[in-house]
């Protein structure tokens, strides 16, 4: 596919004077009778990062593809900085950065010619041209490397070159599809920076991944996403609030599990019991300091009054991976 630029480039946009980078209001996607998104409704404020998270079929692409103005809505309305990406393509696409799963390089030609070509599509001409591809070229930590071919890289010089070619023109919305996906650790932690280093410039980010310490370090807020249907938006802090004021960490020996898992589920306070092994995570419900100092023993209590022993014990607050099994009753990478 050719790729298109926007006419009457303006190298420096002005963000739009709305509250608002993306709005999804009541959004249905329908392919024959099956409901991919089904009365989805969510903002994106100026200046924020989101996480759209959800299990493989949970409508997170299908919901992309809207933003993006690749894929009409069957009812309900997308805007961009107030802008419908169908009826207003090229001034949204001058708004927007994608960088897909996929790293979408041209791998024969060097990193410099792939970002000169993105430069020369957004008008970008002579020396204008010329510092703006430097820029990017120092930003993805590749000037050393400017004149060799994409296909020589590591995953993580890639993910960095795609990512500095949608940033290229300035855009005032990143959205950021598994950015991290298959990197080396140093590499992941550059690309965090980028992501941060976005925010602070007033930039929104909308970002999907299946890495939930990802989302958690990241993301301002997150929506999840199940079967088309969002099931949760929040912060993560609020998220994991939502699970359980704390999760009680247990590995013991010497008793059923089952049977203890049981009487676990029966008691006031208990929200949630999770056994992998002999380690058993109990999530415990909001309580005042005094009843959560009564269940603790209890559960302790429980468990030696039946023969068994503790060998080790936790006391901490939950992951948002058990909030995404709580909430969806599946694990992301489903």
Partial sequence: MVERAPKNIDHAPQVPEVEYAVEVTHLYKNFGVFHAVSDLSFRIRKG?????????????????????????????????????????????????????????????????????FHAELFGYRGREKSERVEAMLELAQLRDRAKSRVKTFSGGMKRRLSITRALLHNPWLVYLDEPTLGVDVQSRNVIWDYILKMKQEGKSVLLTTNYLEEANTLCDRIAILDQGKLIAQDTPAALRARFGSSVLDLEVTGIPLTGFCNRLRQLSGVQGVEVKDDRVAISLASMSDGDAGTLVPQILRDVTDNGGSVRHMTLREPSLDEVFLSLTGKGVRD
């Fill in 48 to 116: 924020e990062i989101f996480g759209l998270l959800g299990p493989n079929g949970s409508g997170k692409t299908t919901t992309l593809n809207m933003i993006s103005g690749l894929s009409d809505p069957t009812s309900g309305e997308v805007r961009v900085f107030g802008l419908n990406p169908r009826k207003q393509s090229s001034s949204v696409r001058r708004l927007l950065g994608v960088v897909p799963q996929e790293t979408a390089l041209y791998e024969e030609l060097s990193a410099e010619r792939n970002l000169v």
